[in-house]
C-alpha cells in the first residue's frame, strides 16, 4: 500500500453495505469480479445476496476453494451445499477441463447436486450474482446474459490488461453497464507501524510489496532480499 496511500480503505462491512445499495433495486444479472482466493470479498458477496433474496453463483474452481476451506473447521464459511440452498455451482468449460485434466475428476464432479446449467441461468439471470471471470466470456454468451451489472472487485491496475478489456468491452455490447467496488486486503502503512511496534521484531523483511525500499523509513531493522537469495531467520 506505499504506493497506493490515496486509495480509499474501507471495511469488507462496509463494501457489503454498499454492495447491497448498488444492487437493491436493480433489475437484471449481476455479475462480479474478484479473485476466488479473496475469501472475505466472496463472503461479503454471498451476504449481500442473501440479504437481497438472490442466488450466488460460483464456478466449480471457487466452489473447491471454499469446500476445502470449511473442511477446516472453525469456521462458518458458507458453500455449496444443502445447507446453504441458495448457492449455485457454473461449470465454465475451460475452467472445468482444466480440473479434470490436471487436478482430478472428484474435484469437478463433487458439486454435481448444486450444478446451476446455462439454460437455468438464463432463466433466472434476473436473481443471480453471479462470480465471473475473462475465460469465461463464451459461457455468458452462451447463457444469453445480457442487460446487467458487472461490479469489477479487484486493484484497478489489472484493468489495463487487453484480456480484461475484451472481456468489460463484451459485456458493454450486451448491455452491461459497469461499477467499482473494491477494498484492498493489504495492509496499510499505519497498521504496519502498529504492527512493528507491538511486536518488536529482530527483523523486518519486506516481500509482496513494490515499493520495500521504502520500508526503510519505518525501521532500523528492514533488511532487504533479493528475489531467490537464501537466508536464515
Known amino acids: 500500500m506505499f504506493g497506493r496511500q490515496n486509495e480509499e ?10 454492495v447491497v445499495k448498488r ?30 433474496d438472490r442466488i450466488v453463483v460460483v464456478d466449480v474452481y471457487t466452489a473447491n476453494v471454499l469446500y476445502e476451506l470449511r473442511q477446516l473447521g472453525n469456521n462458518h464459511l458458507p458453500y455449496p451445499s444443502v445447507d446453504y ?18 487436478i482430478g475428476e ?9 450444478y446451476i446449467s446455462k439454460d437455468k441461468l438464463k432463466k433466472v439471470q434476473n436473481k443471480i450474482i453471479m462470480a465471473v471471470r475473462p475465460s469465461m466470456r463464451k ?9 446487467g451489472l458487472f461490479v469489477y472487485s ?5 484493468r489495463d490488461s487487453e484480456y480484461q478489456k475484451e472481456f468489460e468491452d463484451y459485456l458493454y455490447k450486451s448491455g452491461f453497464t459497469a461499477d467499482m467496488l473494491h477494498t ?18 529482530k527483523q523486518i523483511i519486506p516481500i509482496h510489496t513494490m515499493a520495500p525500499d521504502l520500508f526503510i523509513s519505518l525501521s532500523d531493522r ?3 532480499k533479493e528475489d531467490g537469495e537464501a537466508f536464515c531467520v
Do not use: M
Open 23 to 52: 444492487i437493491k433495486d436493480f433489475e437484471g444479472p449481476v455479475l462480479f469480479q474478484s479473485s476466488s482466493q479473496n475469501i472475505d470479498r466472496i463472503v461479503s458477496f454471498y451476504r449481500a445476496a442473501t440479504r437481497l
Open 106 to 114: 472428484k474435484y469437478a464432479k463433487r458439486f454435481s447436486p448444486f
Open 9 to 18: 480503505v474501507i471495511t469488507e462491512q462496509e463494501l457489503e453495505e454498499r
Open 139 to 147: 459461457d455468458i454468451e452462451i447463457a444469453g446474459l445480457k442487460n
Open 184 to 201: 484492498s486486503g493489504h495492509a496499510t502503512v499505519s497498521d504496519i507501524l502498529s504492527v512493528i511496534s507491538g511486536l518488536e521484531p
Open 154 to 158: 479487484l486493484w484497478s491496475g489489472y
Open 85 to 102: 440452498p441458495n448457492i449455485k455451482v457454473f461449470y465454465p468449460y475451460w475452467l472445468t477441463q482444466k480440473i479434470f485434466n490436471k
Open 222 to 224: 528492514v533488511f532487504l
